[in-house]
Nanobody, 124 residues
Framework: QVQLVESGGGLVQAGGSLRLSCAASGRTFSTYALAWFRQAPGTEREFVAVGWSAGNLYYADSVKGRFTISRDNAKNTVYLQMNTLKPEDTAVYYC??????????????????WGQGTQVTVSS
């Protein structure tokens, strides 16, 4: 089993940056697909970014060019670097891990493990 813990959220002004971290504990990590999702109040959880073990990356259109997902397998940690933040980025951000590896996609059902979330608030 894998436990994921997010950190790095906070309050930032529009145009600013934050770096989220997700530390994993448990078994196996390097072969997992790792992703970030977010959920704003009154909305469904939505996909943000995913990184597969082979190095492939994919982003939601809303964050493409601003966010970067990366992973440090030696530290069992996945990151989300968020630049040029906008108020509409305000949400609780969750990291997720999929044992399915390359079969994981942007759907919530692809992921086996979830963190508790970290709040990101972007002010105007």
């Amino acid at each position: 089993q894998v436990q994921l813990v997010e950190s790095g959220g906070g309050l930032v002004q529009a145009g600013g940056s934050l770096r989220l971290s997700c530390a994993a504990s448990g078994r196996t990590f390097s072969t997992y697909a790792l992703a970030w999702f977010r959920q704003a109040p009154g909305t469904e959880r939505e996909f943000v970014a995913v990184g597969w073990s082979a190095g492939n990356l994919y982003y939601a259109d809303s964050v493409k060019g601003r966010f970067t997902i990366s992973r440090d397998n030696a530290k069992n940690t996945v990151y989300l670097q968020m630049n040029t933040l906008k108020p509409e980025d305000t949400a609780v951000y969750y990291c997720a891990a999929s044992k399915a590896g390359w079969r994981a996609d942007t759907r919530i059902g692809s992921y086996d493990y979830w963190g508790q979330g970290t709040q990101v608030t972007v002010s105007s």
